[in-house]
Protein backbone atom coordinates (compact mmCIF):
# COMPACT_ATOMS: atom_id res chain seq x y z
CA UNK A 1 0.00 0.00 0.00
CA UNK A 2 1.58 3.29 -1.17
CA UNK A 3 2.38 5.99 1.97
CA UNK A 4 -0.58 8.30 0.58
CA UNK A 5 -3.28 5.64 0.25
CA UNK A 6 -2.18 5.31 4.25
CA UNK A 7 -2.57 8.75 5.09
CA UNK A 8 -5.80 9.23 3.50
CA UNK A 9 -6.78 6.30 5.07
CA UNK A 10 -5.75 7.29 8.54
CA UNK A 11 -7.70 10.65 8.09
CA UNK A 12 -10.80 9.08 6.51
CA UNK A 13 -10.93 6.65 9.36
CA UNK A 14 -10.50 9.76 11.40
CA UNK A 15 -12.96 11.48 9.67
CA UNK A 16 -15.50 8.93 9.88
CA UNK A 17 -14.98 8.28 14.03
CA UNK A 18 -15.44 12.05 14.73
CA UNK A 19 -18.78 12.02 12.65
CA UNK A 20 -19.98 8.93 14.88
CA UNK A 21 -18.63 10.31 18.11
CA UNK A 22 -21.52 13.21 18.70
CA UNK A 23 -18.54 15.39 19.65
CA UNK A 24 -17.72 18.36 17.76
CA UNK A 25 -14.15 18.88 16.07
CA UNK A 26 -12.15 20.60 18.97
CA UNK A 27 -13.51 18.02 21.30
CA UNK A 28 -12.61 14.66 18.91
CA UNK A 29 -9.53 16.37 17.99
CA UNK A 30 -8.70 16.99 21.58
CA UNK A 31 -9.31 13.68 22.73
CA UNK A 32 -7.19 12.37 20.09
CA UNK A 33 -3.99 14.74 20.12
CA UNK A 34 -4.77 15.90 17.15
CA UNK A 35 -4.67 19.20 15.32
CA UNK A 36 -8.17 21.12 14.51
CA UNK A 37 -6.53 22.51 11.91
CA UNK A 38 -4.68 19.65 10.42
CA UNK A 39 -8.34 17.67 10.64
CA UNK A 40 -10.33 20.43 9.32
CA UNK A 41 -7.59 20.62 5.98
CA UNK A 42 -7.75 17.44 5.70
CA UNK A 43 -11.68 17.00 5.82
CA UNK A 44 -11.58 19.41 3.22
CA UNK A 45 -9.08 17.59 0.82
CA UNK A 46 -11.00 14.63 1.74
CA UNK A 47 -14.40 15.65 0.00
CA UNK A 48 -12.07 18.01 -2.72
CA UNK A 49 -11.02 13.99 -3.54
CA UNK A 50 -14.67 12.29 -3.32
CA UNK A 51 -15.41 15.38 -5.90
CA UNK A 52 -12.77 15.46 -8.30
CA UNK A 53 -10.56 11.98 -7.74
CA UNK A 54 -7.36 11.29 -6.28
CA UNK A 55 -6.04 14.36 -8.49
CA UNK A 56 -7.66 16.97 -6.69
CA UNK A 57 -5.20 19.57 -5.37
CA UNK A 58 -5.13 21.43 -1.71
CA UNK A 59 -7.30 24.47 -1.85
CA UNK A 60 -7.55 24.34 -6.19
CA UNK A 61 -9.59 22.34 -8.17
CA UNK A 62 -13.16 21.63 -7.38
CA UNK A 63 -13.93 24.90 -4.92
CA UNK A 64 -16.48 23.40 -2.80
CA UNK A 65 -19.00 25.96 -2.88
CA UNK A 66 -22.74 25.20 -3.37
CA UNK A 67 -23.69 25.33 -6.82
CA UNK A 68 -27.97 25.62 -7.89
CA UNK A 69 -27.68 22.52 -8.00
CA UNK A 70 -27.52 22.16 -4.22
CA UNK A 71 -29.72 24.81 -3.43
CA UNK A 72 -32.47 24.00 -5.79
CA UNK A 73 -35.71 22.39 -4.52
CA UNK A 74 -36.06 18.92 -5.27
Known sequence: V???EQILAYWR???EA???SG???AEYCARHNISL???GNWRAQLKRIALA???ARWGHYPRLRR???D???R
Open 2 to 4: ELW
Open 13 to 15: GHS
Open 18 to 20: WKL
Open 23 to 25: LTQ
Open 37 to 39: KNF
Open 53 to 55: GVD
Open 67 to 69: TVA
Open 71 to 73: VSP
